[in-house]
Protein backbone atom coordinates (compact mmCIF):
# COMPACT_ATOMS: atom_id res chain seq x y z
CA UNK A 1 0.00 0.00 0.00
CA UNK A 2 1.25 3.53 -0.76
CA UNK A 3 -1.61 5.41 1.58
CA UNK A 4 -2.20 3.49 4.52
CA UNK A 5 0.39 1.34 6.27
CA UNK A 6 -0.35 -1.11 8.70
CA UNK A 7 0.98 -2.39 11.96
CA UNK A 8 -0.72 -4.74 13.91
CA UNK A 9 0.66 -4.66 18.02
CA UNK A 10 -1.11 -7.71 18.70
CA UNK A 11 -3.52 -10.46 16.97
CA UNK A 12 -6.57 -8.66 17.97
CA UNK A 13 -5.25 -5.18 17.46
CA UNK A 14 -4.51 -2.83 14.01
CA UNK A 15 -3.38 0.76 13.48
CA UNK A 16 -3.94 2.02 10.34
CA UNK A 17 -1.75 5.18 9.34
CA UNK A 18 -2.99 7.61 6.36
CA UNK A 19 -0.54 9.67 4.56
CA UNK A 20 -1.08 10.62 0.91
CA UNK A 21 1.50 13.86 0.69
CA UNK A 22 0.82 17.06 0.95
CA UNK A 23 -2.04 17.36 2.28
CA UNK A 24 -3.96 13.66 2.86
CA UNK A 25 -6.28 14.25 -0.17
CA UNK A 26 -8.37 10.86 -0.62
CA UNK A 27 -9.05 9.25 -3.66
CA UNK A 28 -9.47 6.50 -5.81
CA UNK A 29 -6.47 5.01 -4.59
CA UNK A 30 -7.41 5.48 -0.92
CA UNK A 31 -10.49 3.73 -2.19
CA UNK A 32 -8.96 0.88 -3.26
CA UNK A 33 -6.49 0.38 -0.22
CA UNK A 34 -9.22 1.29 2.05
CA UNK A 35 -11.11 -1.79 0.49
CA UNK A 36 -8.34 -4.12 1.46
CA UNK A 37 -7.99 -3.18 4.61
CA UNK A 38 -11.88 -3.46 5.45
CA UNK A 39 -12.07 -6.77 3.39
CA UNK A 40 -8.81 -7.97 5.42
CA UNK A 41 -10.65 -7.15 8.77
CA UNK A 42 -13.93 -9.00 8.03
CA UNK A 43 -12.24 -11.86 7.70
CA UNK A 44 -9.99 -11.93 10.13
CA UNK A 45 -12.24 -13.85 13.72
CA UNK A 46 -9.02 -12.79 15.91
CA UNK A 47 -9.18 -9.37 15.66
CA UNK A 48 -10.88 -6.80 18.34
CA UNK A 49 -9.90 -2.95 17.19
CA UNK A 50 -8.90 -0.86 14.64
CA UNK A 51 -7.53 2.69 15.32
CA UNK A 52 -7.30 4.71 12.79
CA UNK A 53 -4.66 7.94 12.57
CA UNK A 54 -2.44 10.49 10.18
CA UNK A 55 0.80 10.46 9.70
CA UNK A 56 0.63 14.06 9.18
CA UNK A 57 -0.32 16.37 11.83
CA UNK A 58 -1.74 19.23 10.15
CA UNK A 59 -4.47 16.63 7.98
CA UNK A 60 -6.14 13.50 8.91
CA UNK A 61 -7.71 13.99 5.70
CA UNK A 62 -8.07 17.01 4.13
CA UNK A 63 -10.97 16.09 1.78
CA UNK A 64 -11.74 14.46 -1.64
CA UNK A 65 -9.23 15.10 -4.23
CA UNK A 66 -11.51 17.23 -6.62
CA UNK A 67 -9.36 16.23 -9.30
CA UNK A 68 -10.08 12.13 -8.76
CA UNK A 69 -13.11 10.73 -10.73
CA UNK A 70 -14.22 7.72 -9.01
CA UNK A 71 -16.93 7.07 -10.92
CA UNK A 72 -14.29 4.40 -13.15
CA UNK A 73 -13.84 2.41 -10.05
CA UNK A 74 -15.97 -0.98 -9.48
CA UNK A 75 -19.43 -0.47 -7.37
CA UNK A 76 -18.83 -2.83 -4.17
CA UNK A 77 -21.02 -5.38 -2.79
CA UNK A 78 -23.22 -3.22 -1.06
CA UNK A 79 -24.17 -1.49 -4.29
CA UNK A 80 -23.23 1.94 -4.04
CA UNK A 81 -20.30 3.98 -5.12
CA UNK A 82 -17.13 3.36 -3.99
CA UNK A 83 -16.76 5.83 -1.58
CA UNK A 84 -20.22 4.94 -0.21
CA UNK A 85 -19.73 1.54 -0.85
CA UNK A 86 -16.31 1.86 2.12
CA UNK A 87 -17.87 4.00 4.04
CA UNK A 88 -20.93 2.20 4.94
CA UNK A 89 -18.78 -1.36 5.05
CA UNK A 90 -16.27 0.22 7.57
CA UNK A 91 -19.49 1.37 9.56
CA UNK A 92 -20.58 -2.00 9.55
CA UNK A 93 -17.47 -3.45 10.27
CA UNK A 94 -18.14 -6.47 12.55
CA UNK A 95 -15.15 -4.91 15.34
CA UNK A 96 -14.81 -1.24 16.80
CA UNK A 97 -12.74 1.58 14.73
CA UNK A 98 -11.19 4.56 16.12
CA UNK A 99 -10.12 7.36 15.07
CA UNK A 100 -7.89 9.66 16.61
CA UNK A 101 -7.97 12.85 15.16
CA UNK A 102 -5.12 15.69 14.64
CA UNK A 103 -5.41 18.00 12.14
CA UNK A 104 -7.81 18.75 9.53
CA UNK A 105 -10.58 16.39 9.00
CA UNK A 106 -13.03 18.25 6.06
CA UNK A 107 -15.58 16.63 3.31
CA UNK A 108 -14.79 13.08 2.91
CA UNK A 109 -12.31 13.68 5.32
CA UNK A 110 -15.59 14.09 8.30
CA UNK A 111 -17.33 11.28 6.34
CA UNK A 112 -14.75 8.87 7.02
CA UNK A 113 -14.43 9.74 10.85
CA UNK A 114 -18.32 9.62 11.10
CA UNK A 115 -17.75 6.04 9.57
CA UNK A 116 -16.11 4.79 12.70
CA UNK A 117 -17.33 3.93 15.49
CA UNK A 118 -15.13 6.16 17.94
CA UNK A 119 -13.73 9.93 17.71
CA UNK A 120 -11.05 11.34 19.71
CA UNK A 121 -9.58 14.72 19.31
CA UNK A 122 -6.60 16.78 19.85
CA UNK A 123 -8.22 19.97 21.63
CA UNK A 124 -5.69 22.31 20.11
CA UNK A 125 -4.99 21.03 16.66
CA UNK A 126 -8.45 18.81 14.62
CA UNK A 127 -10.41 20.76 12.89
CA UNK A 128 -13.40 18.84 11.28
CA UNK A 129 -16.28 19.97 9.44
CA UNK A 130 -18.45 19.40 6.04
CA UNK A 131 -17.37 22.27 3.72
CA UNK A 132 -19.53 21.34 0.27
CA UNK A 133 -22.24 24.33 1.14
CA UNK A 134 -19.16 26.66 0.03
CA UNK A 135 -19.28 24.78 -3.59
CA UNK A 136 -22.47 24.84 -3.68
CA UNK A 137 -22.88 20.85 -3.35
CA UNK A 138 -24.84 18.88 -0.42
CA UNK A 139 -22.30 16.41 1.77
CA UNK A 140 -22.35 13.25 -0.41
CA UNK A 141 -20.62 10.52 1.58
CA UNK A 142 -22.92 9.95 4.53
CA UNK A 143 -22.32 12.99 6.35
CA UNK A 144 -26.01 14.29 6.35
CA UNK A 145 -27.54 10.67 7.74
CA UNK A 146 -24.63 10.01 9.73
CA UNK A 147 -24.52 13.48 11.36
CA UNK A 148 -28.12 13.86 11.89
CA UNK A 149 -28.36 10.73 13.48
CA UNK A 150 -25.15 11.55 15.72
CA UNK A 151 -25.73 15.16 16.78
CA UNK A 152 -29.30 15.76 16.36
CA UNK A 153 -31.77 17.65 13.49
CA UNK A 154 -30.61 21.21 13.96
CA UNK A 155 -27.14 20.58 15.10
CA UNK A 156 -26.48 18.37 12.16
CA UNK A 157 -28.04 21.32 9.63
CA UNK A 158 -25.74 23.94 11.68
CA UNK A 159 -22.88 21.82 10.56
CA UNK A 160 -23.55 20.67 7.11
CA UNK A 161 -25.55 25.02 6.17
CA UNK A 162 -23.05 26.97 7.97
CA UNK A 163 -19.57 24.68 6.04
CA UNK A 164 -17.48 26.05 8.97
CA UNK A 165 -14.62 24.59 11.42
CA UNK A 166 -15.35 22.73 14.89
CA UNK A 167 -12.13 22.25 16.70
CA UNK A 168 -12.04 19.81 19.57
CA UNK A 169 -13.79 20.99 22.25
CA UNK A 170 -17.22 22.20 20.36
CA UNK A 171 -16.53 18.90 18.23
CA UNK A 172 -17.09 17.49 21.82
CA UNK A 173 -20.08 19.16 22.81
CA UNK A 174 -21.82 18.69 20.05
CA UNK A 175 -21.57 15.19 19.90
CA UNK A 176 -19.23 15.32 16.55
CA UNK A 177 -16.35 13.22 17.97
CA UNK A 178 -16.83 11.25 21.82
CA UNK A 179 -13.55 13.50 23.55
CA UNK A 180 -11.38 16.10 23.26
CA UNK A 181 -7.90 15.78 24.45
CA UNK A 182 -5.02 18.25 25.27
CA UNK A 183 -2.84 17.39 22.15
CA UNK A 184 -0.03 16.19 24.73
CA UNK A 185 -2.44 13.65 25.89
CA UNK A 186 -3.92 12.02 23.34
CA UNK A 187 -2.06 9.53 21.57
CA UNK A 188 -1.39 8.21 25.48
CA UNK A 189 -4.70 8.02 25.98
CA UNK A 190 -6.16 6.66 22.52
CA UNK A 191 -3.42 3.69 22.36
CA UNK A 192 -4.42 2.98 25.76
CA UNK A 193 -7.75 2.79 25.35
CA UNK A 194 -7.45 0.78 22.06
CA UNK A 195 -5.30 -1.48 23.87
CA UNK A 196 -8.05 -2.16 26.75
CA UNK A 197 -10.38 -3.16 23.75
CA UNK A 198 -7.73 -5.58 22.10
CA UNK A 199 -7.67 -7.33 25.10
CA UNK A 200 -11.52 -8.58 25.01
CA UNK A 201 -12.80 -11.39 23.93
CA UNK A 202 -13.61 -10.89 20.11
CA UNK A 203 -16.66 -13.08 20.10
CA UNK A 204 -18.08 -10.58 23.19
CA UNK A 205 -16.77 -7.70 21.10
CA UNK A 206 -18.26 -8.84 17.56
CA UNK A 207 -21.85 -9.40 19.33
CA UNK A 208 -21.54 -5.62 20.55
CA UNK A 209 -20.84 -3.92 17.64
CA UNK A 210 -23.81 -6.33 15.77
CA UNK A 211 -26.10 -5.48 18.42
CA UNK A 212 -25.34 -1.78 18.14
CA UNK A 213 -25.32 -1.79 14.78
CA UNK A 214 -29.03 -3.10 14.46
CA UNK A 215 -30.25 -0.11 16.96
CA UNK A 216 -28.41 2.61 15.77
CA UNK A 217 -26.75 2.31 11.72
CA UNK A 218 -28.75 4.06 9.06
CA UNK A 219 -29.88 1.26 6.37
CA UNK A 220 -27.53 0.99 2.99
CA UNK A 221 -30.17 2.55 0.81
CA UNK A 222 -30.79 5.56 3.17
CA UNK A 223 -27.70 6.76 1.40
CA UNK A 224 -28.21 7.05 -2.05
CA UNK A 225 -30.24 10.11 -1.68
CA UNK A 226 -27.60 12.45 -0.28
CA UNK A 227 -24.79 10.36 -2.81
CA UNK A 228 -27.36 11.27 -6.05
CA UNK A 229 -27.40 14.96 -5.29
CA UNK A 230 -24.33 15.50 -4.17
CA UNK A 231 -22.59 13.98 -7.88
CA UNK A 232 -25.41 15.57 -9.68
CA UNK A 233 -24.38 18.79 -7.93
CA UNK A 234 -20.61 18.45 -9.17
CA UNK A 235 -21.88 18.72 -12.65
CA UNK A 236 -23.44 21.78 -12.22
CA UNK A 237 -21.31 24.67 -14.46
CA UNK A 238 -21.67 27.35 -10.97
CA UNK A 239 -19.94 24.77 -9.02
CA UNK A 240 -17.41 23.85 -11.75
CA UNK A 241 -16.69 27.82 -11.63
CA UNK A 242 -16.06 27.70 -7.87
CA UNK A 243 -13.51 24.47 -7.84
CA UNK A 244 -12.02 26.22 -11.02
CA UNK A 245 -11.38 29.66 -8.85
CA UNK A 246 -10.55 27.63 -5.79
CA UNK A 247 -7.60 25.86 -7.79
CA UNK A 248 -6.31 29.45 -8.82
CA UNK A 249 -6.31 30.47 -5.22
CA UNK A 250 -4.62 27.20 -3.86
CA UNK A 251 -6.68 24.32 -3.33
CA UNK A 252 -5.42 20.95 -2.66
CA UNK A 253 -1.59 22.83 -2.32
CA UNK A 254 -0.31 23.89 1.08
CA UNK A 255 -0.81 27.05 2.44
CA UNK A 256 -3.70 29.42 3.53
CA UNK A 257 -6.35 28.40 1.31
CA UNK A 258 -6.28 24.72 2.87
CA UNK A 259 -5.75 25.99 6.10
CA UNK A 260 -8.70 27.73 6.60
CA UNK A 261 -10.64 26.49 4.26
CA UNK A 262 -14.15 27.36 5.73
CA UNK A 263 -12.93 30.51 5.90
CA UNK A 264 -10.86 31.91 3.34
CA UNK A 265 -13.46 29.60 0.79
CA UNK A 266 -15.71 32.14 -1.48
CA UNK A 267 -18.18 30.76 -1.13
CA UNK A 268 -21.10 30.35 -3.63
CA UNK A 269 -23.93 32.35 -3.73
CA UNK A 270 -26.91 33.42 -6.00
CA UNK A 271 -26.41 36.29 -7.67
CA UNK A 272 -29.39 38.97 -7.70
Not at 219 to 233: L, M, Q, T, V
Amino acid sequence: MSQFTVTKPSASQWRVSFNNEPINLFGSQSILELRSIIEDAEQDENLNVILFESANPDYFIAHWDLTDDASALPTGPTGHGAFMDAMIRLSRLPVITVSSIRGRARGAGSEFLLATDIRFASRERARIGQFEMSGGVVPGGGGIGRLTRLVGRGRALEITAGALDFDGDLAERYGYVNRSLPDAELDTFVHAFVDRLAGFLPRAVRELKQLTDAITLPENDAFAPEADAFHNGLGQLETQGWAQRMFERGLQQPGVLEENLMEEAEPLHRRS
